[in-house]
Every structure is written in structure tokens, then in C-alpha cells.
């Protein structure tokens, strides 16, 4: 089951190969309980919200993809070191994060980001 979780987590991380995800794409690999959280802010609950944050990120910025550095997987546990990649108002962002991904019966139940707010911002402004 670890390779297959890891699998799914490299798949879903590819979406954001695409400058604007697709919600709907997106949305398949998470349950409907899903929990979506940003540490540093509040936590979205169930797959629509999720879908809608995704939907949303197209008016503040567009992906140019994130880099995986690092990937461990232990049971319905992913755990990755990346180099998120964004542009936003034509600057490049490049934000690392940890994200940590609990699976349950092949989707994504809890997907938990940590970043630099500060650094995030500084880049944003």
C-alpha cells in the first residue's frame, strides 16, 4: 500500500505542472471529508471547498510547477520536501514546503502544508 500512496501523491503533485489546475481533477483525489491545511492558516474541510480554494488560486497566481526534493512514504502516510513554483502579478515565487499526506483507501484525507508565511508574503509583495 506504501507505494501505491506514494504514487498517488507524485501523480497529484504533477497537477501542478499546469499554470491553472483543474478543480474537478483536482478534487478526485481527495475524499469527501478531505482536510486542506495551509499551517499557517485556517484548516479547508471537505473535497467542494478544497476544489474551490484550487479554483480560486487561478486569479492570484499560476503554477510553474513544483519540484519534489525529497519523498517518504510509510504506510497511508506521504511525506514530501518541495520547492512550490508560482508566478503572481509576472514575479516568480519559489516557496518551500513540507506537505503531508494521509491517504485513506486510495485518496487523499488530510493534506497538510508547512511554509514560511513571511516568506510567502515577501515574495507576493
Known amino acids: 500500500m506504501t507505494h501505491l500512496n506514494e504514487t498517488i501523491v507524485t501523480n497529484f503533485i504533477r497537477e501542478f505542472d499546469q499554470p491553472a489546475p ?9 475524499t469527501d471529508d478531505a482536510v486542506y491545511h495551509n499551517i499557517p492558516t485556517k484548516p479547508i474541510v471537505g473535497r467542494a471547498a478544497i476544489m474551490a480554494t484550487v479554483a480560486s ?8 510547477g513544483w519540484e519534489v526534493r525529497n ?3 510509510s504506510g497511508d502516510v ?19 514546503v513540507v506537505g503531508v499526506f ?3 483507501d486510495g485518496k487523499i484525507a488530510a493534506w497538510r502544508d508547512y511554509f514560511d508565511m513571511a516568506q510567502f508574503r515577501s515574495q507576493m509583495g
Open 57 to 64: 488560486w487561478k486569479a492570484m497566481m499560476l503554477c510553474t
Open 22 to 30: 483543474d478543480p474537478e481533477t483536482i478534487g478526485a483525489y481527495f
Open 78 to 96: 506521504v511525506i514530501n520536501e518541495r520547492i512550490d513554483r508560482f508566478t503572481a502579478g509576472g514575479k516568480p515565487i519559489e516557496l518551500p
Open 71 to 73: 519523498q517518504l512514504a
Open 102 to 104: 494521509e491517504l485513506r
